[in-house]
């Protein structure tokens, strides 16, 4: 019978720590293909609006600062496909791996 | 299994006479594409039924407007016994958008066809209950959203 | 005699997804069942048509988060059956692996989600807890352990080095041993034969009638999995097993998600190593060469799944995009199975076919968004939708 078989690991897993990862106090580092904030090199950017024009769900708008053009990324619209760095003729979108997003403004949801 | 289907073919123009209007066969893939007249999709699930013994597996119905005075329908089906795809296509005329229903020989397109009614604005007749699926009970009457222009 | 009904959704503790379920019941026993679906509308097929293939893949893979790889993998299939592109080898293979996982932790979910249903906690969290273990794979291989974005047209995004190969078959082979621990206690355990056996039954003449599809069917003995029958990725080169039990009841339809938990194990660990090496992405045209159809038919981890697209020459957006989903098809099946039945073995039967009804509604266009009722003509909904 296999009961015994359940009810040994379910007893044995009393005296075992949980399997749940107590977050606040242990934080984990994903894995280098982890898609999270968008890291954006400006010195490699040259202005192309090829990100804000595949972009699926509209997120990237472009903002003029001081006569170049930058794309600006609004992460409550991301949907962390990052077609955006694939795309970029010159790598200026670097996948970020930071997975603590939230905010209480909603600047903080803005990627300059 | 190019002769098994030119048996198949052969079977069908038999059946439905007029109503046969031309098939193309991908070998590689194994999908006999048949184009028929609306008034003839009756009898050739008859023929299936027939000639599968029963083992006619219906996948679904795509309804398409694409774009003229015609609604293209198109049937897919598995044949067990032969192990081929079937694709059965067939236009409807917009002003007059009416097909036989074929859900007592088939009772897997029970909702297939309720959602081309809804959908498209064809009407199925004989259906047991052709009644909106997907859209909410106060949608106005004769606004099909898969319609065009 | 006089029928009572009873009314079951859209919101309820033992449905995970919003339907409506209208039972007429005599007493105890279920006499008649009507669904309604359409609680989960929203608008992709229309969405689809205005969209370019590259933005409208990305809403393809959310029209099920559990699914998605499915999804994306015929889409991506049934486009580049219309743009006449050919994916190279490796590409197949690291598709084939990417979707097996996936199916892997779907079964696992559903079998948990199906003890829980019955009260058997300790069991799902067991389940659930190795579950986590397949979910730290995907996310490893393609960088996100839902919505993973890796199927893209003319092949995939990422490569997979020879460090991850290693961990994946080391996770793989602790998750074999404990789902053949799992599988024995589903066949022995007395509470779980109790539960589930003569639960929800289909005879094999009306699964096949019914139009039932994936492990709904092959509960019932229908022998047909587009994996063996119309191979597609890499299953014409990879040699497996179609499970099919002849029992015919609920019981039978979770122990053909065991058994398929372990072949595609299997599956994953011989692709690992007949891995070809090569590049793993083609180039691609951005517009439809001519007017042309293509569908696109796999079998998702709940049945089979079908992508129907039809482009017009020169056009990079699709004309028409037609998904029909496994647990669409179920529908019928469901309706039957539940008759007869006890009212109070409707979760247990239900839980059988792995319902998914995001998957259902994803047809035409409903403005759920502002939960007006509609009272304008389509065409104005239809200019909200452009960009």
């Known amino acids: ?55 699926p769900a509209f997120a990237i708008t472009m903002m003029s600062i001081e006569k170049r053009t930058f794309p600006v990324i609004d992460l409550s619209k991301c949907i962390f496909c990052y077609q955006c760095e694939e795309v970029c003729p010159r790598g200026a979108i670097k996948r970020g791996k930071d997975y603590e997003l ?6 903080g949801l803005i990627v300059k | 299994m190019a002769k098994e289907c030119n048996n198949l073919v052969e079977a069908f123009k ?34 299936i039924n027939e000639i599968c013994g029963g083992e006619h597996h219906v996948t679904t119905i795509t309804g398409a407007d694409l774009g003229g005075e015609e609604i293209e329908l198109t049937y897919f089906s598995w044949l067990l016994p032969q192990r081929l795809r079937v694709v059965i296509k067939t236009r409807v005329p917009k002003r007059d958008s009416r097909v036989q229903s074929l859900v007592g020989m088939a009772p897997a397109l029970i909702l297939y066809e309720r959602e081309v009614y809804e959908m498209l604005g064809v009407t199925f007749e004989g259906h047991p209950k052709l009644e909106k699926l997907f859209l909410p009970e106060d949608w106005p009457e004769g606004v099909y959203p898969l319609r065009r222009g | 005699m006089t029928s009572v009904k009873i009314v079951i959704g859209p919101v309820h503790p033992a449905l995970h997804e919003p339907e409506r379920f209208v039972f007429k019941v005599d007493g105890e026993v279920v006499v008649d069942v009507e669904p309604r ?16 293939f590259v933005q409208g893949l990305y809403l393809i893979e959310r029209i099920c988060g559990i699914c998605n790889v499915a999804h994306t993998l015929t889409a991506v299939q049934a486009i580049e059956s219309v ?20 199916r892997i932790h779907s079964h696992l979910l559903i079998l948990g989600v199906a003890c829980e249903l019955i009260g058997f906690d300790t069991l799902f969290m067991l389940i659930w807890r190795d579950r986590e273990a397949v979910m730290d794979i995907v996310e490893m291989i393609t960088g996100n352990r839902v919505m993973s974005a890796y199927n893209v047209i003319g092949g995939v995004r990422r490569n997979i080095s020879d460090h991850e190969v ?20 589903f066949m022995e355990d007395p509470t779980i034969r109790a539960r589930f056996v003569d639960v929800g039954r289909l005879s094999r003449p009306k699964a096949l009638a019914l139009g039932a599809v994936g492990p709904t069917a092959r509960g019932s003995g229908v022998k047909i999995d587009v994996r063996a029958e119309e191979p597609y990725a890499a299953f014409d080169e990879i040699a497996f097993n ?41 180039r691609v045209p951005m517009v439809a060469p001519q007017n ?10 709940r049945g089979e799944l079908i992508h129907h697209i039809y482009v017009k020459e020169g056009d990079d957006k699709p004309l028409r995009y037609r998904v029909r989903t496994p647990t669409y098809a179920n529908i019928p099946s469901v309706c039957e199975m539940l008759k007869g039945g006890y009212v109070a073995d409707i979760p247990a039967a239900l839980v059988s076919i792995d319902p998914c009804f995001s998957c259902t509604d994803r047809v035409a266009l409903v403005d759920a968004r502002t939960g007006e009722k509609i009272s304008i003509d389509i065409y104005t909904l239809a200019r909200r939708y452009k960009k």
């Open chain 1, 1 to 55: 019978m296999t009961l015994p078989s359940l009810l040994r690991r379910a007893w044995s897993n009393l005296f075992k720590k949980p399997a749940t990862i107590q977050y606040p106090f242990r934080k984990l580092t994903p894995p280098s293909t982890y898609r999270g904030r968008h890291i954006l090199v400006r010195e490699k950017c040259v202005g192309c609006g090829l990100c804000s024009k595949t972009c």
């Open chain 1, 102 to 107: 939230a905010s209480w403004e909603k600047e």
């Open chain 2, 14 to 47: 038999r059946g439905l006479k007029e109503g046969f209007l031309g098939y193309e066969y991908d070998a590689k893939k194994r999908v006999l594409k048949l184009f028929v007249e609306k008034g003839a999709l009756s009898k050739l699930f008859r023929l």
């Open chain 3, 37 to 52: 679906l359409g609680y989960v509308h929203r608008g992709i097929e229309k969405a689809l048509s205005e969209r370019t």
């Open chain 3, 83 to 102: 743009l006449d592109v050919e994916p190279p080898k490796r590409a197949r293979y690291l598709r084939t692996i990417v979707h097996e996982l996936n």
């Open chain 3, 166 to 185: 290693s961990e994946t078959k080391k996770a793989l082979n602790t998750i074999a041993e404990r789902v053949k621990e799992y599988k024995k206690v």
């Open chain 3, 242 to 282: 179609v499970i099919v039990y002849d029992e015919e009841d609920s019981w039978a339809r979770l122990m053909v998600r065991w058994d398929e938990t372990l072949e595609s194990i299997r599956i994953v660990e011989e692709c690992l190593d007949k891995m070809p090496t090569g590049p793993i992405r083609g």
């Open chain 3, 292 to 301: 042309s159809e293509g569908f696109s038919v796999t079998e998702a981890p």
